[in-house]
Each structure stands twice: as C-alpha cells, then as structure tokens.
C-alpha cells in the first residue's frame, strides 16, 4: 500500500528544491507524455474500450491535441508579461510592472469515468505551469486506470507525475494530505465531499461537474437539425457525457412535432444494439439506476428506438419520455440514452423553468429567431450555450470550458488550464531594474 504521505511528502520535496523550475525541464515532460500517449496509443483506447465500448472518441486523439497545444505556447505562457507603468506614485523612468506566472507546487486530479483520459487532460498543463501532478483515475475504469498507472511509472519519476488507483475510501485517504490545487470532475454530491476535505488546508479547488441540460425547442425551430444534435449527442458514449441533452422542453403544439422528428433520426439507425458506435451503460448500478427511472416515472414512454433492454449487455436504446416538471426525471441529472420531454406553455415558461432551477453545465436552444436566441442567452445562466446544436460550444478551440453555480467553478480549456494551475503574480522592480526572466 502507498503511503500517501510519503508519496505528497516527495512530491513537494522535488517542487521545494526547484525541480520543476526549468522551462526546458517542462517542457520534456510534456514531451515524455507524448512519447507515451502515441506509443501505447492502442493500448489505451482498446483498455477505455473495454470499461466503455466506446469507439466513436479517441480519449488519446485528444489528450495529443491538448499536448501538442502546450508544447507550440509553453514558453510564451510562462513568459512574464509586461505591463504599462502608471499611477501616482510609480515612474516610466526607472519602474516596471510584470504579471509572472508561477506554479501552485502539487496537484491532485481526480477523474470520472465516461471520458477518462480527457478530463485528465489537464494536468498537461498543471505539468506545464511547473506543478507535479498525482492522477486518481475513476475506479469505474479498471482497465484504463491500471493500464494507465502502469506506463505513466514506467516513463516518469513519482516524484514529478503519478497516477494512485482507488475508490472513495482511498481518495478519502488521499484528501487528507495538503495539495496546492485540486482539480475534480465528477458529481455535485461528491464535490461537497471534495471542498470540505480541501478547505481544510486552504487548497483552491476547480470543480468540473455536471447538471440537468435544456434543449428548448420554439415554435421557428428547424427540427432536422435537432434531430441532428440528439442523435449526435445521445450516440457519443450513450448519453454519458456532462454536457449531453439532459432534457427537451417545448410548447404544446410543438411536442409531437419534435417527437416525430426525433423517432425518425432513431428508427434509422435500426436496432441500436448494433451500432458500432453506442457505448453501453457503464456498470450495473448506474444500468439499474436508469431503469429505475422507467419504472418509476409517471410520465409515458412516447418512443423507444430499436433493440432490447438488455442487462446482461448493459444496453438501453434511448427512450423519450413525456414529463411533468414534478417527474422522477427531472429531479437529477439523468447521464443516459433516456430523454425526457418537458411541455411548457411558451418560451418565457421554459426560460422560468431553467431560470428558477439549479445553473446546468450546458443549455441548448433551437429556434430560427435571432432575438429569441438572444433573449435566451442573456436571460439564463449555464456553463455554456449552443444555439441549433448540441456541444459545440464547448469544443470551440480557445474557449473556457467549465460550469458555474452548482455546475462548477473555474475554467479550463488549453491557455485557460494553464492559468488555472498558475498564480499569477504582479511583479513592481523600482529604481531602474528589470526582471531577468531567463536567468
Ligand atoms: P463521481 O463523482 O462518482 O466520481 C468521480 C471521481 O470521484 C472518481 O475518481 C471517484 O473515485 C471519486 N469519488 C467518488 N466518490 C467519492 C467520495 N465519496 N470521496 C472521494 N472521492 C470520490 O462521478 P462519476 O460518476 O465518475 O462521473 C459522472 C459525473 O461527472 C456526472 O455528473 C458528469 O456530469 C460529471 N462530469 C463532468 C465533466 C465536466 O467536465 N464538467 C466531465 C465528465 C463528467
């Protein structure tokens, strides 16, 4: 058994002692990290395959995006920058002013299991700013997490980048040491747990969790392109995803339009069983939580897309749902291939919907009306916002991604990673010095 300890006590030791100081020396092990991602790269996608059956994303593909961003900014985003002098008592002759960034000391990420090797994606840049990082995989991926702890030992010193394996008893353990900035994606629920332990040493937390998403759907909306978007959406790893269509909500006349839109998308996949793409339910407690949801809802089934409920294999085809807001699936999240349809009488009714309940991490508009759609991004609040689409906002290159309220706090996303694990620190040098970054 690792003694956790121990292991932070190292960590801290090589960060105290300026191991990670060097730019070059970052740099090279983001460049390790490469070595490992395209050399194993089969090996990790067939593991996530096995806990997942996921095969229409490559967790590496992406990860290398994120390491290939880091490796062309690293030295641009450590670089101090320099700002105007000005102010009463400062002088353009003989002050200056930088923002230097400097790194945290030691990172804890802990990670979900849907997209196991993306959401860690950000401790390339933890890495990247100078921090060392510990990873705690999700224990849902045994495959990906053993796998995984193995080949990042074999390529790095513990003492720099590590990976602990373990559930909740374990991270409970492990949270009781003192980090300098943690970084967790998962549930609301367990993110209590994740702040208590942390505001017990004062440890800045970044939370990347989730929440129940809209799709509203007006009376203007080109139901093709919704169509497109839940299928898109409900197809990428069974609905499994924080920002997936959580729920639709339209108006009467509306609703069995955008039911008969949605059956014929789903009814052309055939038995959705053998789509090569449909991830299956992750493991039994979540397979018998979903279909939990379908005994105990009052509202009715209006669809089911083609294949068998199938526990053995854990597959559900989706479902569409017709809900009251008092329904049992309109009370969480629900992280699956079922869809509720919520009918409310007019757009200001489904914007009080949204507005009087918890901040989602992503909302959804479908409309053809230029004001509408702004009325709907000014007047809700949510981690993000796509209009005529699902997801798109948040793989917008150079965009922050993250909730906000009870969807989560901070930013991520390339440059944004990078300040999140960074203080960015305000530097005045009076009498005529300058700052000697490269010494
Ligand atoms: P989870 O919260 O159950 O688990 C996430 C991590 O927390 C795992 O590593 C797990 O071992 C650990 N954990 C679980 N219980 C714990 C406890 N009591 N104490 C300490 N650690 C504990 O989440 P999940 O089921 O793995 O993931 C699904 C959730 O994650 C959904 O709500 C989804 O929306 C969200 N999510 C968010 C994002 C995002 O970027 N915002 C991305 C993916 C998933």
Redesign the pocket.
């Known amino acids: 058994m690792v003694s956790y300890t121990e292991l932070v006590k190292k960590q801290r030791e090589f960060f105290l002692s300026g191991g990670t100081a060097d730019i070059a020396g970052r740099k090279k092990r983001i460049e390790t990290l490469k070595t490992l991602l395209t050399t194993h790269k089969k090996e990790i996608d067939d593991a996530i395959f096995a806990d997942l059956h996921r095969s229409s994303f490559s967790d590496v593909d992406y990860t290398l995006m994120e390491v290939e961003g880091v490796l062309k900014n690293i030295e641009e985003w450590n670089a101090p920058r320099k700002m105007p002098v000005s102010g009463p008592q400062l002088s353009a002759d003989s002050d200056s002013l930088y923002i230097v960034p400097e790194p945290l000391g030691v990172v804890l990420v802990?990670?979900?299991?849907?997209?196991p090797l993306?959401?860690s994606a950000p401790l390339v840049h933890a890495l990247a700013a100078g921090n060392t990082v510990i990873l705690?995989?999700?224990?849902?991926d045994p495959t990906f997490s053993s796998l995984f702890a193995k080949l990042v030992a074999k390529y790095f010193d513990e003492k720099e980048f590590t990976v602990v394996e373990?559930?909740?008893?374990?991270?409970?353990e492990l949270?009781k040491e003192r980090f300098d900035h943690i970084l967790?994606?998962?549930?609301?629920?367990?993110?209590k747990?994740?702040m208590a332990?942390a505001a017990k040493h004062l440890t800045p937390v970044t939370?990347?969790?989730?929440?129940k998403n809209p799709v509203v759907v007006d009376e203007s909306a080109d139901l093709s392109l919704l169509a497109q978007g839940i299928v898109y959406a409900k197809l990428l790893n069974a609905g499994?995803?924080?920002?997936?269509a959580d729920y639709i909500v339209t108006t009467p006349s509306m609703k069995p339009k955008v039911i008969a839109a949605l059956s014929t998308a789903f009814n052309s996949l055939g038995d959705m069983s053998k789509v090569k793409e449909n991830a299956r339910i992750?493991n039994d407690r979540?397979f018998q939580r979903l279909i939990s949801l379908l005994q105990k809802t009052k509202g009715k089934v209006v669809y089911k897309a083609g294949g068998e409920i199938s526990q053995a294999e854990k597959f559900i085809p989706v479902h569409l749902i017709d809900v009251d807001a008092e329904d049992e699936f309109m009370q969480e999240?629900v992280?699956g291939p079922l869809l509720p349809i919520l009918t409310l009488p007019s757009f200001d009714a489904a914007v009080q919907y949204i507005k009087r309940n918890e901040k989602p991490?992503a909302s959804y508009f479908y409309t053809a009306n230029d004001e509408q759609a702004t009325r709907f991004i000014k007047e809700t609040s949510s981690?993000g916002v796509t209009v005529n689409g699902v997801m798109s906002h948040a793989f917008a290159p150079g965009a922050p991604?993250?909730?906000v309220g009870n969807?989560?706090t901070g930013r991520?996303n390339g440059k944004f990673s990078f300040d999140n694990f960074s203080h960015e620190k305000p530097v005045c040098l009076r009498a005529g010095l300058t700052y000697k970054h490269n010494l």
Do not use: D, R
Not at 166 to 172: D, I, M, R
Not at 184 to 191: F, I, K, L, N, S
């Open positions: 802990i990670s979900p299991w849907n997209f993306t959401t705690k995989p999700s224990e849902l373990g559930a909740a008893p374990e991270t409970t949270l967790y994606t998962g549930c609301p629920p367990v993110a747990i994740i332990a939370l990347e969790l989730g929440g499994q995803i924080c920002i997936c992750v979540h999240e992280f991490l981690g991604f993250g909730g969807s989560g991520l």
